[in-house]
């Protein structure tokens, strides 16, 4: 009963602050808009330039310098062990991306690695064909890595 009342009198004391407001405070507090959001079309046209603008291309969480998970970090390690150049994307920027990038590719998982246009797999993928040589072969193939024999 008592805090009934209590909040009967303080209620409506609280929702009339609410209206002296005028928008006059910190830049931090401000309301922020988002540019609208790229179509399924401009996101996928998107992916496809990007992959044809490199020989290797990551998509990954984070940076190659500051990898976000253990899995992007094991591939970027990979990807420096054969010394090859590869354009990464960081997906934790961009939600649209990330989410698009499964349907592009019909794989569930980030990283997601394509040699030469072509949709390579994941993690466990890579770090497999890396274990086994596969990696090297594929490189050597496509000219993106020369043989020093």
Known sequence: MFSTRISRIVRPMFA????????????????????????????????????????????MKGTPEAPQCGFSQAVVKVLKAEGVPFKAHNVLADDALRQHLKTFTDWPTIPQIFIKGEFVGGCDILVGMYQAGDLHKTLLEKGIKKDKS
Not at 32 to 42: L, M, Q
Request: glycine share 6%; net charge positive.
């Open 16 to 59: 009339s602050a609410r209206n002296f407001s005028e928008g006059g405070g910190h830049p931090d507090f401000a309301k922020r808009f988002k540019a609208p959001a790229a179509s399924e079309k401009e996101i996928h046209d998107r992916i496809a330039r990007d992959v044809k603008a490199a020989d290797i291309v990551l998509y």
